[in-house]
């Protein structure tokens, strides 16, 4: 679902962004950046004080949270957790994770889960169930990603070169030929033989494009045009510039002291025969298309990109108007094929199944796709039917839920092909992303961008950290995802990344005006504290750039 999860407590509901004085910045946070999801850190109005955050009926107080922590985890640890029964889990060496249960937009810690009733809509409990998996830490479930992408060698097909661009090579790429294969000339004037003056007769001269020319002997010059064959002999090209013709007794003059080899490309200065031009794996831009044209191929081995079916779940969503009487627009449908194909996927549009467990199951067993996501539905709500039908499937579960907000019901299963009854299901890979649309987005950096970035090949982006100039409010266990935008330091000041309002679990604006997300521990940073940077896949190679919101 799109919306906000209606399985989550009802109360009052703080809005962060409200401002009830004048607001300069529509996007940029002058203050310290507080996590919407936690309660306790609440958010406080500019002027007035916080307000009770906690729903009617949870209880206060950090003690009482800590206690029922400790609960949820002595249960998980004896098999007895309260928490929904889980489908296989596959996750060799990970130990239990830090992160309540619970969905990313509410505004408090979630209290455990009841067990699911027999007769919940779409599934049923089994008694024999396993015990459920740890909730995984960020890091950890963003790893377990990037495996299950790399987890077999990818398929290689070729393509020609007006069809590779934005394919990743499945080989690197070796030199066909010498680069330039033969010695050419680099600039446009006179080759020449030997010391000057030199003689030259009438004549265009040797032009690009033309066969071998005979050998220059000594004094004599010939015009030449630039990439043109340079004879056999010569001792170096002199510019047009840097040369004078007397054309009444047919001499050559320098103007400038002549070196030999001057202006010549020799053959293979750039590359010899079988030199490696780029590694495999490398993302075919244009200039990777020139050079592979240069270097004398037709086609390329690339990897295929990977086929991405979407799925938008909620009876609550509009595909078009104003919302009215309950109904909401549909923000992620518009959103994930864009983003999706930024990440180097071939993306069919999406289709919106309503809360409809059928639907969904039917959607699933006939999909072809490499990859399916679905909006909506990964939580426990009384019509969230994503667990039940992988269940009744037999998809096996990698990563359910993960230690960070907004996101936390995200999840990555498997799904067996079509027939197989045993063994590990080898079928596509299902992205199982939050309805509120910024977890939704902490979904795709977190599941989907490593998951894609193996399926097609590339590789793992470096990670690197930038300071933030304010500080950020943590989660006091998980890990939040908080969208900044990179701005150049001034008056010797370093760059660094200014974290942006709006940025509760349903809000889109300040992903809108962003570059990046902040990962930001539990417990938050200091201002001028360095936190690793997710980039947006649209963000500039060079993050150093002022931003259009600021």
């Known amino acids: ?70 609960v949820e985890q002595a249960l998980a640890l004896v098999g007895g957790s309260s928490r929904r029964p889980s ?103 006179w080759a020449v033989a030997g010391p000057g003056p030199w003689a030259f007769g009438a004549g265009a001269g040797l032009l690009a494009g033309r066969g071998p020319a005979t050998a220059l002997p000594d004094g004599a010059a010939v015009r030449i045009a630039t990439g043109a064959r340079v004879p056999p002999d010569t001792t170096a090209v002199i510019r047009s510039e840097h040369a004078h013709a007397d054309e009444a007794k047919g001499l050559l003059h320098a103007r400038r002291p002549v070196v030999a080899g001057q202006d010549i490309r020799p053959r293979g200065q750039e590359c010899r025969s079988g030199e490696q031009l780029v590694p495999a794996g490398t993302v075919v831009t244009p200039a990777v298309l020139g050079l592979a044209a240069a270097a004398g191929y037709d086609a390329l081995p690339a990897v295929p990109r990977p086929r991405v079916d979407i799925l938008v779940l909620g009876d609550e969503l509009l595909g078009s108007g104003l919302p009215h009487d309950g109904l909401i627009r549909d923000a992620l449908g518009p959103m994930l094929g864009p983003w999706l194909r930024a990440l180097g996927a071939e993306v069919s549009g999406p289709r919106r199944l309503g809360d409809d467990a059928e639907a969904l199951r039917e959607a699933l067993t006939g999909s072809d796709a490499d990859l399916i996501v679905t909006t909506g539905g990964t939580a426990s709500g009384p019509v969230d039917h994503v667990h039940s039908v992988l269940d009744a499937l037999g998809a096996e579960l990698l990563v359910d839920g993960a230690a960070v907000r907004p996101g936390h019901p995200m999840l990555l299963a498997r799904l067996p092909v079509p027939g197989q009854s045993r063994g590990t299901p080898d079928g596509p890979y299902l992205v199982g992303l939050p309805g509120n649309p910024l977890a939704a987005v902490s979904g795709l950096l977190t599941l989907a961008e490593p998951l894609l970035a193996g399926l097609a090949g590339r590789p793992a982006q470096d990670a690197y950290r930038a300071l933030v100039h304010a500080e950020v409010h943590g989660h006091p266990h998980d890990t939040r995802l908080v969208p900044v935008v990179h701005r150049a330091g001034r008056a010797g000041g370093r ?33 001028g504290t360095e936190v690793e940077i997710l980039d947006l896949p649209w963000a500039p190679a060079t993050p150093w750039t002022e931003g259009c919101f600021t």
């Open 87 to 189: 489908l296989r889990w596959e996750a060799p060496g990970e130990g239990l994770g830090g992160g309540p249960g619970g969905d990313p937009g509410d505004l408090t810690e979630a209290l455990p889960e009841a067990p699911a009733p027999a007769d919940r809509p779409g599934g049923r409990v089994r008694s024999s169930a396993p015990p459920p998996p740890p909730t995984l830490s960020w890091d950890r479930a963003r790893a377990a990603a990037a495996r299950a992408g790399r987890a077999g060698p990818p398929p290689t097909i070729r393509l020609p070169l007006d069809r590779a661009l934005g394919h990743v090579l499945a080989e690197a790429l070796g030199a066909l030929t010498d680069l330039p294969s033969f010695d050419t000339s680099a600039m446009d004037g």
């Open 1 to 70: 679902m799109t919306g906000p999860d209606r399985s989550r407590p009802t109360g009052p509901v703080h809005d962060p962004t409200a401002a009830t004085g004048p607001v300069h910045d529509p996007t940029a946070a002058t203050g310290p950046v507080h996590d919407p999801t936690d309660a306790t850190h609440p958010v406080r109005d500019a002027t007035g004080p916080a307000p009770d955050l906690a729903p009617t009926g949870r209880g206060s107080g950090l003690a009482h949270e800590e206690a029922e922590r400790a």
């Open 495 to 527: 760059d660094h990344v200014a974290p942006l309002r709006y940025n509760g679990p349903a809000m889109l604006r300040g992903i809108a005006a962003a570059d990046g997300l902040a990962v930001v521990p539990p417990g938050g940073v200091r201002s």
